[in-house]
Protein backbone atom coordinates (compact mmCIF):
# COMPACT_ATOMS: atom_id res chain seq x y z
CA UNK A 1 0.00 0.00 0.00
CA UNK A 2 2.01 2.52 1.11
CA UNK A 3 3.66 5.17 -1.25
CA UNK A 4 7.34 6.53 -0.75
CA UNK A 5 8.30 10.58 -1.86
CA UNK A 6 10.45 11.20 -4.54
CA UNK A 7 14.15 9.94 -3.51
CA UNK A 8 16.76 13.04 -4.56
CA UNK A 9 18.69 10.78 -7.12
CA UNK A 10 19.29 11.04 -10.58
CA UNK A 11 17.47 8.12 -12.63
CA UNK A 12 19.62 6.59 -15.63
CA UNK A 13 17.66 6.19 -19.19
CA UNK A 14 17.97 3.62 -21.32
CA UNK A 15 19.31 4.07 -24.77
CA UNK A 16 17.48 1.46 -26.68
CA UNK A 17 20.43 -0.39 -28.10
CA UNK A 18 19.85 -3.73 -30.63
CA UNK A 19 21.90 -6.25 -29.07
CA UNK A 20 25.26 -7.13 -27.69
CA UNK A 21 26.97 -6.47 -30.72
CA UNK A 22 25.42 -2.72 -30.96
CA UNK A 23 26.61 -2.30 -27.62
CA UNK A 24 30.06 -3.73 -27.85
CA UNK A 25 31.13 -1.33 -30.86
CA UNK A 26 29.32 1.60 -29.01
CA UNK A 27 31.02 1.11 -25.67
CA UNK A 28 34.58 0.53 -27.84
CA UNK A 29 34.20 3.86 -29.42
CA UNK A 30 33.57 5.35 -26.22
CA UNK A 31 36.82 3.78 -24.34
CA UNK A 32 38.58 5.09 -27.86
CA UNK A 33 37.20 8.53 -27.34
CA UNK A 34 37.17 8.34 -23.32
CA UNK A 35 33.81 9.39 -22.40
CA UNK A 36 31.80 6.88 -20.54
CA UNK A 37 28.59 5.75 -22.24
CA UNK A 38 26.24 5.62 -19.18
CA UNK A 39 22.68 4.97 -21.18
CA UNK A 40 24.12 1.78 -22.95
CA UNK A 41 25.75 0.21 -19.97
CA UNK A 42 22.33 1.36 -18.27
CA UNK A 43 20.32 -0.52 -20.46
CA UNK A 44 22.79 -3.38 -20.54
CA UNK A 45 22.34 -3.65 -16.65
CA UNK A 46 18.55 -3.60 -16.20
CA UNK A 47 18.05 -6.81 -17.77
CA UNK A 48 19.04 -8.95 -14.74
CA UNK A 49 19.15 -12.93 -16.21
CA UNK A 50 18.57 -13.23 -19.50
CA UNK A 51 15.56 -11.37 -20.65
CA UNK A 52 13.93 -10.51 -16.87
CA UNK A 53 13.68 -6.98 -16.07
CA UNK A 54 15.08 -5.66 -12.91
CA UNK A 55 12.18 -3.27 -13.00
CA UNK A 56 14.79 -0.48 -11.62
CA UNK A 57 13.26 2.76 -9.80
CA UNK A 58 9.55 1.82 -10.47
CA UNK A 59 9.91 0.94 -13.70
CA UNK A 60 7.30 -2.20 -15.22
CA UNK A 61 9.10 -5.22 -15.02
CA UNK A 62 6.25 -7.58 -16.68
CA UNK A 63 7.28 -9.88 -14.15
CA UNK A 64 4.46 -12.51 -12.21
CA UNK A 65 4.47 -14.77 -9.36
CA UNK A 66 3.95 -18.58 -10.59
CA UNK A 67 2.84 -20.75 -7.11
CA UNK A 68 4.21 -24.06 -6.71
CA UNK A 69 0.88 -26.46 -6.65
CA UNK A 70 2.09 -28.82 -3.96
CA UNK A 71 2.04 -25.61 -1.73
CA UNK A 72 -0.60 -23.28 -0.44
CA UNK A 73 1.09 -20.03 -0.66
CA UNK A 74 -0.28 -16.83 1.16
CA UNK A 75 0.00 -15.13 -2.29
CA UNK A 76 0.78 -11.40 -2.98
CA UNK A 77 -1.87 -9.02 -3.27
CA UNK A 78 -0.50 -6.08 -5.13
CA UNK A 79 2.64 -6.17 -7.27
CA UNK A 80 5.45 -3.69 -8.33
CA UNK A 81 4.90 -0.44 -10.31
CA UNK A 82 1.22 -1.14 -9.96
CA UNK A 83 -1.00 1.36 -10.18
CA UNK A 84 -3.94 -1.01 -8.37
CA UNK A 85 -4.46 -1.22 -4.00
CA UNK A 86 -4.83 -4.33 -2.77
CA UNK A 87 -8.87 -2.71 -1.88
CA UNK A 88 -9.13 -2.27 -5.89
CA UNK A 89 -8.88 1.56 -5.93
CA UNK A 90 -5.96 3.50 -7.76
CA UNK A 91 -3.15 4.17 -6.20
CA UNK A 92 -2.08 7.89 -6.13
CA UNK A 93 1.55 6.75 -7.57
CA UNK A 94 3.32 3.78 -9.09
CA UNK A 95 3.49 0.73 -6.25
CA UNK A 96 7.11 1.16 -5.00
CA UNK A 97 7.02 -3.06 -3.82
CA UNK A 98 4.98 -5.29 -3.40
CA UNK A 99 2.18 -5.70 -0.84
CA UNK A 100 1.28 -9.41 0.52
CA UNK A 101 -0.21 -11.55 3.53
CA UNK A 102 -3.16 -12.22 5.59
CA UNK A 103 -3.41 -10.95 8.96
CA UNK A 104 -1.60 -12.83 11.80
CA UNK A 105 0.77 -14.50 9.35
CA UNK A 106 4.69 -14.81 9.77
CA UNK A 107 6.79 -13.40 7.65
CA UNK A 108 9.79 -15.26 7.44
CA UNK A 109 13.57 -13.46 5.95
CA UNK A 110 14.06 -14.34 2.44
CA UNK A 111 17.99 -14.72 3.21
CA UNK A 112 20.41 -14.58 5.28
CA UNK A 113 21.44 -11.10 6.11
CA UNK A 114 21.81 -8.63 9.09
CA UNK A 115 19.21 -5.90 10.67
CA UNK A 116 19.99 -2.47 9.33
CA UNK A 117 17.52 -0.50 10.83
CA UNK A 118 14.54 -1.15 13.56
CA UNK A 119 12.02 1.94 14.24
CA UNK A 120 8.59 3.63 14.34
CA UNK A 121 7.40 4.88 10.97
CA UNK A 122 4.51 7.54 10.35
CA UNK A 123 3.39 7.28 6.18
CA UNK A 124 0.65 9.20 7.14
CA UNK A 125 -2.01 6.37 8.22
CA UNK A 126 -0.46 6.22 11.89
CA UNK A 127 2.07 5.43 13.60
CA UNK A 128 3.49 1.58 12.98
CA UNK A 129 6.63 -0.79 13.09
CA UNK A 130 9.19 -0.79 9.88
CA UNK A 131 12.28 -3.10 9.31
CA UNK A 132 14.75 -2.83 7.07
CA UNK A 133 17.44 -6.11 6.55
CA UNK A 134 21.00 -6.14 4.60
CA UNK A 135 21.90 -8.47 2.53
CA UNK A 136 25.85 -8.50 1.03
CA UNK A 137 25.95 -10.19 -2.43
CA UNK A 138 28.16 -13.14 -1.22
CA UNK A 139 25.14 -14.14 0.99
CA UNK A 140 23.08 -14.67 -2.19
CA UNK A 141 25.46 -16.00 -4.09
CA UNK A 142 25.64 -13.42 -6.56
CA UNK A 143 28.59 -12.22 -8.66
CA UNK A 144 29.07 -9.16 -10.77
CA UNK A 145 25.49 -7.24 -8.93
CA UNK A 146 25.37 -4.55 -6.53
CA UNK A 147 27.54 -4.98 -2.91
CA UNK A 148 24.54 -4.65 -1.21
CA UNK A 149 20.55 -5.59 -0.85
CA UNK A 150 18.63 -4.04 1.31
CA UNK A 151 14.90 -5.66 2.17
CA UNK A 152 12.22 -3.44 3.67
CA UNK A 153 9.23 -4.44 5.60
CA UNK A 154 6.66 -1.58 6.55
CA UNK A 155 2.97 -2.07 7.87
CA UNK A 156 4.37 -3.88 10.58
CA UNK A 157 3.33 -3.89 14.72
CA UNK A 158 6.44 -2.01 16.43
CA UNK A 159 5.83 -4.42 19.79
CA UNK A 160 6.72 -7.41 16.96
CA UNK A 161 9.81 -5.79 16.06
CA UNK A 162 11.59 -3.84 18.85
CA UNK A 163 13.50 -6.69 19.98
CA UNK A 164 15.55 -6.70 16.72
CA UNK A 165 19.09 -5.01 16.95
CA UNK A 166 21.24 -3.22 14.45
CA UNK A 167 24.09 -5.78 13.38
CA UNK A 168 22.03 -8.85 14.69
CA UNK A 169 22.37 -11.83 12.01
CA UNK A 170 19.07 -13.33 10.73
CA UNK A 171 19.07 -16.78 8.91
CA UNK A 172 17.27 -17.56 5.76
CA UNK A 173 13.53 -18.00 6.86
CA UNK A 174 13.87 -16.75 10.57
CA UNK A 175 10.62 -15.27 11.71
CA UNK A 176 10.67 -11.42 11.58
CA UNK A 177 7.13 -10.60 12.12
CA UNK A 178 3.67 -11.15 11.28
CA UNK A 179 1.49 -9.52 8.91
CA UNK A 180 -0.55 -6.25 10.39
CA UNK A 181 -2.18 -2.94 9.53
CA UNK A 182 -1.32 0.04 8.12
CA UNK A 183 -1.11 2.22 11.09
CA UNK A 184 -2.21 -1.01 12.80
CA UNK A 185 -6.14 0.72 11.88
CA UNK A 186 -8.77 -1.74 11.50
CA UNK A 187 -10.16 0.02 8.43
CA UNK A 188 -7.08 -0.92 6.38
CA UNK A 189 -7.28 -4.36 4.87
CA UNK A 190 -3.62 -6.74 6.35
CA UNK A 191 -0.55 -6.11 3.92
CA UNK A 192 3.13 -6.57 4.74
CA UNK A 193 4.45 -4.19 1.69
CA UNK A 194 7.96 -5.60 0.76
CA UNK A 195 10.53 -3.54 -0.68
CA UNK A 196 13.92 -4.37 -2.45
CA UNK A 197 16.23 -1.97 -3.21
CA UNK A 198 20.32 -2.44 -4.53
CA UNK A 199 23.17 -0.30 -3.27
CA UNK A 200 26.99 -0.40 -3.94
CA UNK A 201 27.54 1.36 0.03
CA UNK A 202 25.74 0.95 3.60
CA UNK A 203 25.86 4.13 4.50
CA UNK A 204 22.40 4.81 5.83
CA UNK A 205 21.30 8.46 6.80
CA UNK A 206 17.70 9.93 8.14
CA UNK A 207 15.58 12.31 7.25
CA UNK A 208 12.21 13.31 8.77
CA UNK A 209 9.26 13.34 5.99
CA UNK A 210 6.06 15.37 6.01
CA UNK A 211 4.46 13.50 8.58
CA UNK A 212 6.96 13.23 11.38
CA UNK A 213 8.49 10.16 10.53
CA UNK A 214 11.45 8.84 9.81
CA UNK A 215 12.98 7.92 6.49
CA UNK A 216 16.15 6.38 5.67
CA UNK A 217 18.25 6.85 2.70
CA UNK A 218 21.57 5.17 1.37
CA UNK A 219 23.31 7.17 -1.31
CA UNK A 220 22.49 5.98 -4.98
CA UNK A 221 20.08 3.23 -3.82
CA UNK A 222 17.93 1.86 -5.93
CA UNK A 223 14.61 -0.34 -6.05
CA UNK A 224 13.63 -3.18 -8.19
CA UNK A 225 11.50 -5.62 -8.28
CA UNK A 226 11.12 -7.72 -5.53
CA UNK A 227 10.04 -10.85 -7.51
CA UNK A 228 13.58 -10.42 -9.76
CA UNK A 229 15.12 -11.54 -6.51
CA UNK A 230 12.73 -14.39 -6.00
CA UNK A 231 13.34 -15.55 -9.59
CA UNK A 232 17.32 -15.73 -9.53
CA UNK A 233 17.91 -19.12 -8.51
CA UNK A 234 15.69 -20.40 -11.28
CA UNK A 235 15.22 -17.75 -14.06
CA UNK A 236 11.77 -17.44 -15.69
CA UNK A 237 12.23 -19.09 -19.16
CA UNK A 238 9.59 -16.68 -20.78
CA UNK A 239 11.10 -13.67 -19.27
CA UNK A 240 8.37 -12.81 -17.23
CA UNK A 241 7.03 -16.32 -15.04
CA UNK A 242 8.30 -16.31 -11.83
CA UNK A 243 8.43 -19.60 -9.84
CA UNK A 244 7.87 -18.99 -6.26
CA UNK A 245 10.37 -20.93 -4.43
CA UNK A 246 9.05 -21.74 -0.50
CA UNK A 247 11.33 -21.46 2.48
CA UNK A 248 12.17 -25.62 3.06
CA UNK A 249 13.66 -25.87 7.30
CA UNK A 250 14.61 -28.80 5.51
CA UNK A 251 16.68 -28.20 2.36
CA UNK A 252 20.35 -27.40 1.84
CA UNK A 253 20.72 -23.37 0.30
CA UNK A 254 24.11 -23.61 -0.20
CA UNK A 255 25.11 -21.97 -3.40
CA UNK A 256 21.03 -20.77 -3.57
CA UNK A 257 20.69 -17.53 -5.66
CA UNK A 258 18.89 -14.75 -4.77
CA UNK A 259 15.35 -14.66 -2.29
CA UNK A 260 12.80 -17.45 -0.93
CA UNK A 261 9.71 -16.74 -0.78
CA UNK A 262 8.83 -14.38 2.63
CA UNK A 263 5.20 -15.61 3.70
CA UNK A 264 4.42 -19.16 4.44
CA UNK A 265 3.83 -21.98 2.28
CA UNK A 266 2.07 -24.83 3.83
CA UNK A 267 2.02 -27.79 1.92
CA UNK A 268 -1.13 -28.36 -0.07
CA UNK A 269 -3.27 -31.60 0.59
Same mark, same amino acid.
Given at each position: *? =?? =??? %?? *??HEKSSGTNGVRRLLASSLL???? +? !??CVPAIAHFLERGSGDVKKGYDVTPSALVPVYPKSHACSPLTSLYASWRDIDGTRRSEAHSGVDAGRLGEDIIAPAPGAVKA? %??? @??????EGALLVQHTAAELNLVGGAAYYLTVYDHLRYDDIKHLKPGQRLARGERLARVSRPGGHAH????VHWEVWEAETDALRWLTNRHGGREWRIPGARLIDPLYML +?? @? #????????? =????????? #??TG???FTY !????PKAG
Amino acid at each position: *M =RG =RLK %WD *MEHEKSSGTNGVRRLLASSLLVVGL +G !ILCVPAIAHFLERGSGDVKKGYDVTPSALVPVYPKSHACSPLTSLYASWRDIDGTRRSEAHSGVDAGRLGEDIIAPAPGAVKAV %WEA @NWGWGKEGALLVQHTAAELNLVGGAAYYLTVYDHLRYDDIKHLKPGQRLARGERLARVSRPGGHAHYLPEVHWEVWEAETDALRWLTNRHGGREWRIPGARLIDPLYML +GL @N #DPPKDGKSV =RIVPFDAEA #DYTGFRGFTY !ILPCPKAG
